[in-house]
Structure formats: C-alpha cells, structure tokens
C-alpha cells in the first residue's frame, strides 16, 4: 500500500493561519494491472484560536477534490473550522487507476474551495501530480509436460518461468482447487491419482507468484489407460451349424476390463467366416479363429471352430415294438436322426414305465407285463420321438400241440390272437410282413403268395368259419368252407404254420430272413418252412 499527504495553500488575510492538504493511499491489485485510490481533501484553523470561519454560505459544489479529471463535490454546505475543526472539503473512495505497460501510474489530484469564503480567509487551491507504486506485471507462465500415465493416475511436471510459491490442480473447472505444494520453485513433479481407468479428465493447474500473488492457470486434458484384458475364456467346444451364424461366447479377465471389443480373424474362411462380428459356418470342418484385444494390450487367443450339421429332427422307424417278456431290443435300430449328416447323434432314452421295461445303454429290457412308452430325445436340438413297446407274455400265445378235433369260439379268436403276435414280433424284428419276398407261385394253394397272404387267407377263412350258422361249436366238414378252410386238415395246417413262423420269430430257428424257394421248399436259413403238411427239416 503507498499513501502520501498533498499540501495545498490557502488566500486571504488570515491565509497563514489555515493548513489546506490531501491525504492520500492506494492499495494494488496485481492480477489485473490496477490500483484502487483513496484521497480526501482538509481544511484545518493552525494556531489554536477558537473563533474562526463558519460560513454557511458556501455550496456544497463550490468545494471538490478532482483525480486525474474526475471531480467529486462535498457533501456539506459551508465551512466551518471554529475550534479548530478539521473540515473535509471534498473526499473519493477507492477510485480505479489502471497502470501502463510497465507497471507506472501517474496521477494528477486537485482539490479546492471558493475564492470568497469569509475576508478573512478568501479561497484556498491544490494541484500535484503523484507517482503510485510500481506493480510487479511479468506473467507467470506454466507449461505441463505428462511423465506417466496409468489406470488410476499420471505424474507431470509443471514449469513455471519465474518463482512462484503456490501449486495447485482442480478437477471440477475450478470449483474446487487442492494443493499440490506451496514450496517456492520454477518446476514441480506432481502425481494425480484417485482417478478412474479409461477416462478423460480436463485438469487445471494454477499457480501463485510468490512477489505479488498473482496466478496463472493451465488446462490440460489427459485420458487414463484402461484396464487391459490379461485373458479369453471360451467355451470347451465352440460349435457353428452350416449355414447359420453364431455369436461368440467369451468372458473376459479381468471383468473389469475397460474394453472388452476384439478383432476376429479365421484361419480358413472356406470352413467358416467372420461377419459383423459373428461366426458362420460355411461347410463341415475345423477352422481356428483368434481374438485380438483392441485396448491397445495386443493380447490374443485363439481357439478351434468346428463347422457341424445340426440334428433337425427324429423319426420312428417303427411306432410299435413287441418284446417277449425277459427279452429285450436295441433300439437303435429303431429310429432315425435327421439328417443322415448329423454330427451330435447322441440320445437320452427313458422309460414311461420301468416296472414294463428299462433302459440300458440304447437297449430295452423287458422286465414286466404291458405296454408303456419310450421316449427317444436327441442330445442335439432335443426333438423327441416316442415308440410304444408291448412286452408279451408267454400265456399271450396259445400253442395247439395237438390236431383240432373241434373249432369253437374262443380256438378262432385264440388263432387270430396268434396271427397277431406274430405280426407284432416281426414288425419288433425289423422285418416287416410287406417286404417278405413271395413265394414261388407253384405252391400257391398252400400260401398263395408272400406271408402276408398266408395271414390274410386264414383271417379270412377263420372269418368265414366264425360266421357260420353253427353258433359255438363249428364241426368242420370237408369241402363246405370256402377254398382255403376245407376241412379239419387245412385248419390245422394253418395252425402248424403259425406255430412254425412263431418258433422262427421267437429265435427257436434263428434269425427271420427273406423267404427263399430252394429244392421247392421255402426256407429260412436252409431250414424248410412248412409246406403242405411238412415240418421244417
């Protein structure tokens, strides 16, 4: 602060007797190159005396104290200095005088009252011009170099190019400043942390010049590194259907990383592509594709592809399969995945019923009487097929060791339930009735054709028999029923037919096979069927 008194002079007989002057200070702001000026003119009696002027009639714009120009008038009329009173004629507060380039300022105050004040004391005037103190105007530069930056923080050096004694950074435009150091220095290295991975943060930095406080501030933006990806965990196996796209499916170490994004390339793209992003499987094979981090950590992993034909679908090949009772079937054999170019074929197979039968690998086991279902679900896709599984009994066949004397009821209904077991064990064989070669046609009357036909003719004549006018007990005459159902001897033909496919059928002979005509025979395996009345051989 500089300050300073200004003694002016006064007019008039008593002139001596009166101190005219202006006391004056100013306080600098260096930041923004100015001073701020205080000065007040005074109007005193110097030699004691108690009677002196008071005058009412002077105005107030007749007394005034002017800075560099600008006037400012008192604030009270007249004078008066009885007592010796000190009287303000005129005072200015705090007025603003910018400094030059230099850091100068001059400047000029006056003040005065009227000429005719009282005839002893005519007038009184005062006009100097004052140096105000030199402000201190070099700039204080700053400039920032990073040292190192991390995921949490960085270290800069800050140069200054002149002294200063106060170091500072904010985080929120200047809201709010924290100190880095008030030691007195040109450089500072400072570390910022507490930051978060991945960002950009728009820093200021401030510093406070030591001689006159004044500050200078920098910004500066900086962006932390991010937390890179160390590893891929992918799946144990990584499949893509032929002609469909896959997302790929990863997790990322840590699970914090800041950018999770990769680049995907292939290693074959005939087997399969990489699209936007995904997988396509353009044919069956194996291909390796590798993912490259794009955090900038240049790690990457690769792994295999295969290219595979998903399971569309399951059918049946047969709906119902019969199973002697302790016996038991693969079933394998009994359904088909589709297509025939899958690549995942495995199925989970499962019992309605386990008291009827179980399941052991893909074979069903017999283990009670009855019928249940069995469910066939594919591993891939989980379509599903359902087989109904009969378990005969032995008491289900009705064996006729002796020659039929007497054809009632329940022997046409036991023949026909014959037939239809046997239908049913070679349709669980695998061998169905309609593709059984036929028959050579010279044995015709006998079998007239395939084994369906032998079936069919003696559903038919039993038919016949059933309907007959004879109500429970059917003697049968020769040559009065029908073509195929004679006489006794034709019936029991029949029946030593079924008995012989049924020991075939049941594995008593071997396996069913096609029906063969070899030396007039048909015959199974070299084994003779039965042909007008004979035995197989």
């Known amino acids: 602060m500089a300050s300073g008194k200004i003694v002016g002079k006064t007019t008039g007989p008593s002139a001596s007797k009166y101190s005219f002057w202006v006391e004056w200070n100013s306080t600098v702001n260096e930041q923004d190159k100015y001073s701020l000026l205080t000065a007040t003119a005074y109007l005193q009696r110097n030699d004691g005396y108690a009677s002196s002027v008071y005058n009412l009639d002077v105005p107030k714009t007749s007394k005034y104290i002017k800075v560099d120009g600008v006037r400012t008038n008192s604030t009270q009329k007249g004078i008066d200095t009885r007592n010796s009173k000190k009287v303000i004629i005129g005072s200015v507060t705090n007025q603003k005088i910018y400094h030059d380039e230099q850091g100068y300022a001059t400047v000029n105050i006056q003040a005065g009252f009227p000429n005719v004040v009282t005839s002893y004391l005519t007038g009184g005037s005062l006009n100097k011009d004052i140096a105000l103190d030199k402000i201190d105007i070099i700039t204080t530069t700053i400039d920032v170099n990073v040292v190192k930056i991390a995921q949490e923080q960085f270290t800069a050096t800050l140069t200054t190019n002149e002294n200063v004694n106060g170091w500072y950074y904010s ?12 030691e007195v220095g040109t450089s500072l290295t400072a570390t910022i942390s507490g930051l978060s991975a991945n960002t950009t943060y728009n820093i200021k930095f401030k510093v406070r010049k030591e001689t006159n406080g004044v500050e200078s501030i920098k910004d500066f933006a900086i962006t932390t590194l991010p937390i890179y990806v160390t590893d891929i ?4 196996t990584v499949y893509v259907d032929v002609g469909k796209y896959n997302d790929i499916s990863v997790t990322v170490v840590p699970e914090n990383a800041s950018i999770t994004k990769f680049d995907i390339t292939t290693s074959n793209p005939d087997i399969v592509q990489v699209i936007d992003g995904q997988l396509f499987g353009v044919s069956k094979g194996t291909a390796t594709i590798t993912l490259t981090a794009t955090d900038g950590s240049g790690f990457e992993k690769s792994t295999d592809v295969s290219v595979i034909q998903r399971v569309t679908g399951i059918y049946t090949n047969a709906t119902e399969v019969v199973v002697p009772k302790d016996g038991s ?14 690549d995942i074929k495995d199925v989970i197979i499962t019992s309605g019923d386990e008291n009827i039968v179980q399941i052991v690998g893909s074979t069903i086991v017999a283990v009670g009487d009855g019928t249940t279902t069995v469910t066939i679900t594919t591993v891939d896709g989980g379509y599903s097929a359902e087989i109904e599984i009969a378990v005969l009994d032995e008491d289900l066949w009705y064996d006729y060791s002796t020659p039929i004397e007497i054809l009632n009821v329940n022997d046409i209904k036991n023949i ?12 669980q064989k695998g061998y169905l009735i309609d593709d059984l070669i036929e028959v050579d046609a010279k044995f015709g009357s006998q079998f007239k054709g395939d084994i369906l036909e032998i079936l069919q003719n003696i559903e038919y004549n039993l038919d016949i028999i059933s309907n007959n006018d004879a109500k429970s007990i059917y003697y049968v005459e020769p040559k009065t029923v029908g073509e195929y159902a004679s006489n006794k001897e034709d019936i029991w033909r029949w029946v030593q037919i079924l008995n012989e496919m049924h020991d075939i059928v049941t594995g008593v002979y071997g396996k069913w096979e096609y029906l063969l005509c070899n030396d007039g025979y048909p015959t199974i395996n070299g084994k003779k069927i039965l042909v007008r009345g004979d035995m197989i051989g």
């Open 171 to 182: 985080l929120d435009n200047g809201s709010t400043w924290i100190t880095l150091s008030e």
């Open 416 to 427: 026909l339930s014959n037939i239809n077991t046997i239908r049913l064990i070679l349709t």
């Open 233 to 236: 965990i992918f799946p144990d």
């Open 329 to 342: 079937i693969d079933l394998q054999f009994e359904y088909t995945i589709l297509p025939k170019n899958a």
